[in-house]
C-alpha cells in the first residue's frame, strides 16, 4: 500500500525477487517497511530453480501459492561428462526421492515470481510501495536517508540494499567489493520439445562451461549455456532455426526435435563479494552482497536466504527493543550470512576451475570425484542434502 509516512524503521531499495521478498519479511516482523523500486512488468524471460528452503519461505511469506501452479517439480539432476576429454567423468543422477522428498524444488519464470511477490506486497498494510528509483543514499550516525528519483526523502533506522551488482546502497555505506571477471558468459533462453522431460534437469559439462536443461511446465525447459565469451556471443547471433538445432545437438537429442522461444539474454560471468555485508546502518542482499556463476542454480537461493537471516536479525532486535540499524545488530547480519555466501562461492569456483582445466591431474581429480558421488550412496545423498541448503543451517535453528 501507497504510504506518505517519509520515516520508516526499514527501507529497502531494489525491487528484483530477493528484495521484494525480504520487504515482505521485514514488514511481517512488525516493522514499518517500505520498498524503493520502479514497478515496471518484467521482461526478461529467465527462470529460476527455487531449491531447499526458498520454497518453504515463499510459502510462509504467503507468495508461493500464488505461482505454484505455473513452476515445474524438479524430481532428478542429471550430470553428463560432454568434454570429449581423455578422462572423462561418469554421469551422475541425483534422485530427489533418495532423500525422502518428492522434489528438489521448482523451477519458475521469474517474471510469474515477480508477479506474485508484488501482488503480496500490495496486500500488506506495514510494507509502503514508492515506485520510484532511489536516486541517492546518505548514511549518518543516527538514520539513513534516501532521496527517490521525484524528490521525496524518506529517512530509516536500516537500510536493505538489494539493488543489484552495481549497487548505489553499498557504495553509500563505503563497502569496497572484490570483482574477478571470469572468461565465460551465460546465454539464456526457453526451448519446447517433442518429448517429455519427466521433471529431470539435465546438465552437460562442456570444456567451456556446464549447458543446463531444467524443467519448465509443459513440453518446455529454461536453457542456461555457459560458454568462452566469443562462442556465447555466436550462438546468441544465431537466428532461432540455427540456435534450436545447436541446442538440440548439445541435449543429444534426449528432447527430441527444439524450438526456441522468442526471447535471450546474454551476460558475461564473474565472481563478486563486498568486504563485509552491513556497515553504517546498510544491509546488503542478492547481487549487492554476492556474485557467482548460475552454477548449481545457487544465486537467488542465496539471495533469499539473505532475507529470511535478515528478517530473522531484525524481529529479535525489535523484540528487544534496539536501534535496527546499529552496528551490533547489522554485525549479526553479516555473522549469520558470512559462511553461507562463502562456502557456496568457494564450491562454485571450484566446481567450475575444474571443468575448464586441461591438466590432467585435475581431469582425474573430477573423476574420481564424480565416480565417488555417483557410486557411494552415503556421500552422494550428502552431496544432495548439502546441495539444497547447508546443513548447519539446519543444526543452528534446531538450536
Known amino acids: 500500500m501507497t504510504n506518505t509516512e517519509a520515516s520508516f524503521d526499514v527501507i529497502v531499495v531494489g525491487g528484483g525477487p530477493a528484495g521484494l521478498a525480504a520487504a515482505i519479511a521485514l514488514s511481517q ?62 554421469e551422475v543422477r541425483f534422485v530427489a526421492s533418495e532423500i525422502g522428498l518428492d522434489v528438489f524444488g521448482y523451477n519458475i519464470a521469474n517474471a510469474v515470481l515477480v508477479d506474485a511477490l508484488e501482488r503480496r ?24 536517508t534516501v532521496t527517490t528519483s521525484s524528490g521525496r526523502s524518506l529517512t530509516a533506522q536500516l537500510v536493505v540494499g538489494a539493488d543489484g551488482r552495481h549497487s548505489l546502497c553499498r557504495e553509500a555505506a563505503g563497502i569496497g567489493v572484490s570483482r574477478r571477471t571470469l572468461q565465460q558468459a551465460a546465454l539464456t533462453f526457453n526451448i519446447t520439445h517433442a518429448r517429455p522431460h519427466h521433471e529431470v534437469s539435465t546438465e552437460f559439462h562442456t570444456p567451456q562451461g556446464p549447458c543446463v536443461f531444467v524443467p519448465l511446465p509443459g513440453d518446455r525447459c529454461s536453457v542456461v549455456w555457459v560458454a568462452a565469451p566469443k562462442e556465447a556471443e555466436r550462438l546468441y547471433a544465431l537466428d532461432d532455426d540455427a540456435l534450436s538445432a545447436a541446442a538440440e545437438r ?142 548447519w543451517r539446519n543444526a543452528r535453528k534446531a538450536g
Open 29 to 90: 516482523t512488525g516493522a514499518r517497511t517500505a520498498l524503493v523500486a520502479r514497478q515496471a512488468p518484467y521482461a526478461d524471460n529467465r527462470t529460476t530453480a527455487l531449491l531447499g528452503g526458498s520454497v518453504d519461505f515463499l510459502d510462509e511469506l504467503g507468495v508461493w501459492p500464488l505461482c505454484r501452479d505455473r513452476a515445474a517439480g524438479l524430481k532428478a539432476m542429471r550430470l553428463v561428462d560432454d568434454t570429449g576429454r581423455l578422462i572423462r567423468a561418469p
Open 121 to 144: 506486497a500490495a496486500d500488506i498494510d506495514q510494507l509502503s510501495r514508492i515506485a520510484e528509483d532511489a536516486e541517492s543514499v546518505r548514511c549518518d550516525a543516527n538514520a539513513v
Open 250 to 391: 548439445q541435449s543429444h537429442s534426449i528432447f527430441g526435435r527444439v524450438h526456441v522461444e522468442p526471447g535471450r539474454h546474454l551476460f558475461p560471468l564473474a565472481i563478486e563479494r563486498p568486504q563485509r555485508y552491513a556497515q553504517n546502518r546498510v544491509a546488503l542482499i542478492g547481487e549487492a552482497a554476492h556474485v557467482v556463476p548460475p552454477i548449481g542454480a545457487q544465486g537467488l537461493n542465496l539471495g533469499l536466504r539473505d532475507g529470511i537471516d535478515l528478517a530473522s536479525v531484525v524481529s529479535k532486535a525489535k523484540a528487544a527493543g534496539e536501534d535496527l540499524g546499529a552496528p551490533q545488530v547489522i554485525a549479526r547480519y553479516g555473522a549469520a550470512r558470512r559462511a553461507d555466501i562463502l562456502s557456496r562461492t568457494f564450491v562454485i569456483d571450484v566446481a567450475n576451475r575444474s571443468l575448464l582445466s586441461d591438466l590432467v591431474p585435475m581431469q582425474s581429480l573430477r573423476a574420481v570425484g564424480m565416480h565417488l558421488i555417483g557410486g557411494f550412496g552415503p556421500l552422494r545423498r550428502l552431496a544432495m542434502r548439502e546441495g539444497l541448503a547447508p546443513s
